[in-house]
């Protein structure tokens, strides 16, 4: 029998296994954004989607007074005249 070396490459999956990994990864991720409540905290419950819920206030104060109202000047001084000139 003679003596040889048998030199063996071990071919290693490591690089299969980091891109497998890094896909798991990558989709837990998205999905974690993708099925998150829309309030954005996490761990807060949620209404039902089909629920909705109207309130309806009423005015209970009365309307201020006419007479404290403040005067106004017609709004010369806020548009001007037609032909450009300043109203003073």
């Known amino acids: 029998m003679a003596d040889t070396d048998y030199h063996r490459e071990k071919s290693g999956l490591g690089g ?5 990994g890094a896909i798991v990864v990558a989709l837990g991720i998205l999905l974690w954004f993708v099925l998150a409540p829309a309030g954005g905290e996490i761990g807060t419950a949620s209404g039902d989607a089909n629920s909705t819920s109207v309130t309806i206030e009423t005015q209970t104060t009365a309307p201020a007074a006419s007479d404290s109202a403040p005067t106004s000047d017609g709004g010369a001084s806020a548009q001007g005249s037609a032909s450009g000139d300043t109203a003073n």
């Open 16 to 20: 299969i296994y980091f891109v497998l």
